[in-house]
């Protein structure tokens, strides 16, 4: 994180932005904290004291309210041409602090052609106190001609043992810690959640029961139910806890309660970005559920990840060390061919739901694939 240091203490000299990078690529795998350290970074250009976290400007940029922060996600599933074009023209008006204009750009990988050329050209091009903050999973998921212009952060998922230890340094019981940090592989939020929330950790169990479901076809189906219902559930709970402390944060940002000259047109103002925050909660509440079948799914090939290791007698850490004897219960009941099937059949309904394929339907054609990699009897 020195490179970021630097370009703080460099963006606080007011002999100008000469020595400022005016486009960031802040990648990591989900769970890495990406879009944390791109608000962190943010906090630090727009406040006075280098981020200090406590600050009006702070806390206008950890709920997204900051006159000076584009907070921006794409509309949908990608980042239409249109959306993208006010963005840029925004982008390049003048810091109302005089500062700097930053704008974050989450989920950078989901431009379509169109909307990176836009995008580059700002990019190109840069308004003297612009700072663009690009997210996206990895590097090589954008064109070079963006990713060359960029700046590059790239933050790695922490090991097991790191997660665990925030999780224990949290008064989470070691050996739950561990189990929770193992199954969560590196995503510290999905670790805390699974350690913490009974509920959370009953749907995750509720999927890998499938592999004991799938011993005929009626039964295919009815887990492919449960487990797009699990995942849906587990989504309403992760958005249904950040929506309403996001809203609070909000009103307090916007002074509520507070009375005096200009307090009307503060409220008028509230409302205004309250709206905008319940229309950004949506998107991403979406997003969210996409991502949680998603994970539910990952959760479920990792199981016969496990199943392959033990039927091939590999020595790695399995995720699934909790169910250590449902795995080999399963391990002892099929081939390594046949796991091999299966995890085939999981990473194409993943495939199939990312290219908007109804997630139910590609649930089902996964559970029927793997009854049938079932070995004859
Ligand atoms: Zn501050």
Redesign the pocket.
Known sequence: MDQLSRAVRAAGDPSGSAGMTHAWLFTGPPGSGRSVAARGFA?AL??????????????QVEVGSHADLLLVRPDGLSYGVKQTRDLVLKAATAPVGGRWRVVIFEDADRATEQAANALLKAIEEPAPRTVWLLCAPYADDLPTTIRSRCRLITLRTPPTSAVAAVLEAEGVDAAQALTAAQAAQGHIGRARRLATDPESARRRSEVLAVPFQVSRLGDALAAADALVKAAKADAEAVTGEMDEPERDAMRRAFGEGSTGKGVATAVRGAAGALRDLESRQKSRATRVQRDSLDRALLDLAGFYRDVLAVQLGADVELANAGQREQVADVAVASGPEVTVRRIQAILKARERIAVAVAPLLAVEEMTIALVDGLRPA
């Open positions: 906090a727009l406040c006075d004291r280098q981020g200090c976290g406590e600050c009006p400007a702070c806390r």
